[in-house]
């Protein structure tokens, strides 16, 4: 299995303001995620995060608002920008299973973030 | 619009007794479903899945069921344990791009020592 840390595990923002969140993984693997889960909603997939190429992002986020990064085969960022409290949410990372079924995903704990 | 419904915010349950954890979908495109388990501060965990081919899946004590015409799934959990309690993720994916999950928005079970 694969084991996913991310930082911070939580944070207050003033809105306005940006937050780079990491996520760590302790294997190499091609494909990222990056998850919200705003209060009381579903999981909801941001973008993909493919190394060495520009991250895919969903329909409803861009990446103006979500800047994300994907530097080598362990590590992603993403940034939430220009902070609105409707931003506070949890965000989690995750990686495919090792067998390869790509919906069969280890996430990370999450950073829950609050915006006021 | 929400493709994935879990229409029970919450489960509570004796211990050793069955819980059945329901979930909706509308897509007919999905064709492979996942029940995922979070713990409070962790992220949620893989737990079971099913192909839109079966309609049983069993591990261990947990058995989903896919009602392909009535677009259902549930999780069964016999006996429920105390360390069973958590929310309970609904999940489903298609086709090619099987990475993209939708998610339900969860069920809280509780069982009760």
């Known amino acids: 299995s694969a084991v996913i840390s991310q930082k911070p595990s939580r944070d207050i923002c003033q809105r306005g303001t940006s937050l780079t969140i990491q996520c760590q993984v302790d294997?190499?693997?091609?494909?990222m995620f990056w998850y919200r889960q705003q209060p009381g909603q579903s999981l909801t997939l941001i973008a993909t995060?493919?190394?060495?190429?520009?991250?895919?992002?969903e329909s409803g986020f861009v990446i103006d608002k979500f800047p994300i990064s994907r530097p080598n085969l362990t590590f992603s960022t993403l940034t939430v920008s220009n902070m609105s409290p409707e931003d506070s949410s949890i965000y989690l990372c995750?990686?495919?299973?090792?067998?390869?079924?790509?919906?069969?995903?280890?996430f990370g704990p999450g950073t829950r973030l609050t915006v006021t | 619009d929400q493709q994935v419904k879990q229409n029970s915010p919450s489960l509570s349950v004796q211990e050793g007794r069955i819980s059945i954890l329901n979930c909706d979908y509308t897509?007919?495109?999905?064709?492979?479903f996942l029940w995922y388990k979070k713990y409070p501060a962790e992220g949620p965990t893989f737990l079971i899945s099913?192909?839109?081919?079966?309609d049983k899946n069993e591990d261990g004590r947990f058995t989903v069921f896919l009602n392909k015409s009535a677009k259902h799934l549930s999780l069964h959990i016999v006996p429920s344990q105390p360390g069973d309690s958590a929310v309970y993720f609904c999940?489903?994916?298609?086709?090619?791009?099987?990475?993209?999950?939708?998610f339900g928005k969860g069920t809280l079970l509780t069982v009760n020592p």
């Open positions: 995750s990686v495919p299973h090792t067998t390869g079924d790509n919906s069969r995903q280890y």
């Open positions: 294997s190499q693997v091609t494909m």
């Open positions: 995060a493919n190394q060495g190429s520009e991250a895919t992002y």
């Open positions: 897509n007919s495109m999905f064709d492979y």
């Open positions: 099913i192909s839109s081919i079966k």
């Open positions: 999940a489903a994916s298609s086709g090619g791009s099987n990475y993209k999950l939708t």
